[in-house]
Structure formats: C-alpha cells, structure tokens
C-alpha cells in the first residue's frame, strides 16, 4: 500500500523559512521523481518543485530562488526548504510522484496523503 506523509508546516511571517519533508512507503522510491505541490483554498493544486530520479530540480518560477527541493533515498525522503516565505505561498503542500504519465497520457500519481498546511502572514 503505498503511502505519502507530509510533515513540517506551520504558521511563519513573511520572510521566514520552513522545512518540509515527505516520506514515501510502498513505492520504489529512488525509481521515481517526485515533485511538491500545493493548493491554495478556490485555487488548483499546482506543482512548485520537481526533482528527478537522477537528482535534476525544476521549480515554478513563482518559487524559483526561494525553494530547493531535496531527496535522501536512504530515508525514503523528499524535502522542500522554503526561505523568504510570501504570503502568496500560503496553501496546503502535498508530494506525490512526479514525470509518469498513463496510458491516457495524463500524469500519473499515486494516492495523495494529508498534506501539511503551510501559512504565511504578511
């Protein structure tokens, strides 16, 4: 069964800094890139980071410069540190699998955990 456990949100001023962190059970995590999302209330979730397999990042240019996305596959792990928190980076910050698509060609994702709130005050 595969499950994603998002930890590490909380309430930060503008400017501030949080450390998120994902574990992955139940997948072959080290095959997989995985990616950071997030959705803010009336918005889509939309994808902020993504790293590879091979270690490569890509972020949202509303990210860039701010947040790096890491993994340690020895844990099982993603991360997402976050500086200079903005009060547009206020949502809810999910990881999932990232790069795979169906057959539909569609991406593809695993089952989405709980998310972690993250809430940033200007």
């Known amino acids: 069964q595969v499950q994603l456990v998002e930890s590490g949100g909380g309430l930060v001023q503008a400017g501030g800094s949080l450390r998120l962190s994902c574990t992955a059970s139940?997948?072959?995590?080290?095959?997989?890139?995985m990616g950071w999302y997030r959705q803010a209330p009336g918005k889509q979730r939309e994808l902020v980071a993504a790293i590879t397999s091979g270690g490569s990042t890509n972020y949202a240019d509303s990210v860039k410069g701010r947040f790096t996305i890491s993994r340690d596959n020895a844990k099982n792990t993603v991360y997402l540190q976050m500086n200079k928190l903005k009060a547009e980076d206020t949502a809810v910050y999910y990881c999932n699998i990232n790069g795979r698509t169906g057959q539909s060609g569609r991406p593809l994702y695993v089952d989405w955990g709980q998310g972690t709130q993250v809430t940033v005050s200007s």
């Open positions: 139940g997948i072959i995590f080290s095959f997989n890139g």
